[in-house]
């Protein structure tokens, strides 16, 4: 015997209506993504419940680089499937090694997918030079670039040369790039920058500019009572410069009668002692002469 039905008609049709739809949790939503053998997603962070139109771009796993224009990147279509991906990744060097004496070449530079057997060259950057004309690299079956020593070497600035009253010192070399100190020589002090470096000069090279060894200077010596030195109306002595002090008649000199600038400090010269005194000569018979003198100057 059969059994009447237990349910009304009204809660099969909605039973019926449960089963059309799909599970509530995937309901506009792309599920786990698809997996490849040489690539990962890029960001891990995810790993379902994508809504619809999310982009999810891939990685090549390491020693695997990507092949231009193939796509790397999947999207969650409204049918809630992923769009197709295929495998984008192969065997290849990474980017050629950078050097600072060389350049990849022009045909080489934008070069993005270098499996074995792939070779670049390098031409040398403005301010280095070479013998040949190009450098050639390999990327070999280990997936590693063939050895890239510095192949340029830089240009020759010449022997440097010091300025005038100055010299080039701690001298390492002359090439592109190299820096040289520049001193003075005593009694000079430096005006600009203390060193000179091998620089670029259109496509030469060429030493900086020096900078220049001025005298170090002395003011005027001081002038004295009864007596005058040779140095006249000069405003500035140089380093060495000396002067002799004189007394007039009947005074006698004390102290030194020369001194002569020294420098003080590397910017100052200072005169290397006191002027010297001149004292009247005191006569046994004349000693009111030798006063009124003394009283007059
Ligand atoms: C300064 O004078 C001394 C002594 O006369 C001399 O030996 C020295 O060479 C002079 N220096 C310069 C830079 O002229
Ligand atoms: C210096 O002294 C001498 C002798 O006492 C005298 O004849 C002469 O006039 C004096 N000179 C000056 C410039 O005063
Ligand atoms: C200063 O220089 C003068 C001239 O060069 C020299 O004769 C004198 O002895 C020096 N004085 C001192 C205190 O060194």
């Avoid at 796509?71 to 769009?83: G, K, P, R």
């Avoid at 990849?104 to 031409?123: H, I, R």
């Avoid at 620089?199 to 009864?226: F, R």
Wanted: glycine content about 10%; hydrophobic content about 30%.
């Amino acid at each position: 015997m059969v059994s009447a039905p237990r349910c009304r008609p009204g809660a099969r049709g909605l039973l019926t209506l449960l089963l059309l739809l799909p599970l509530p949790g995937a309901r506009g939503q792309c599920g786990a993504l698809p997996m490849l053998s040489r690539a990962v997603p890029s960001d891990t962070s995810r790993t379902e419940g994508f809504p619809i139109s999310t982009e999810v771009t891939y990685r090549c796993l390491d020693g695997f680089v990507k092949i231009p224009g193939k796509s790397d990147t999947v999207v969650c279509l409204s049918n809630s499937e992923w769009s197709n991906i295929g495998e984008f990744c192969n065997g290849g060097c990474g980017a050629p090694p950078r050097l600072k004496s060389a350049a990849l070449s022009m045909e080489d530079a934008t070069k993005n997918y270098c499996p074995p057997g792939t070779t670049v060259s390098y031409v040398c950057r403005t301010g280095y030079e070479s013998t040949e004309l190009r450098h050639v690299i390999t990327c070999l079956e280990s997936l590693t670039w063939s050895e890239a020593p510095e192949f340029c070497r830089g240009k020759s600035c010449g022997v440097p040369k010091g300025p005038e009253h100055g010299r080039a010192v701690d001298i390492t070399n002359d090439l592109y790039g190299a820096r040289v100190n520049i001193i003075c020589d005593e009694g000079f002090r430096l005006l600009g920058r203390p060193f000179i470096q091998c620089v670029l000069k259109g496509h030469q090279v060429e030493w900086s500019q020096l900078p220049t060894c001025q005298a170090i200077t002395c003011s005027p010596p001081p002038n004295i009572a009864n007596g005058m030195h040779n140095g006249g109306n000069v405003e500035i002595f140089d380093y060495n410069s000396s002067v002799t002090y004189k007394c007039d008649d009947n005074f006698s000199l004390t102290g030194e009668a020369s001194i002569h600038c020294t420098p003080k400090d590397n910017i100052n010269g200072v005169w290397n002692g006191s002027a010297p005194e001149c004292k009247v000569i005191i006569t046994q018979d004349k000693p009111q002469l030798a006063l009124f003198l003394a009283c007059i100057k």
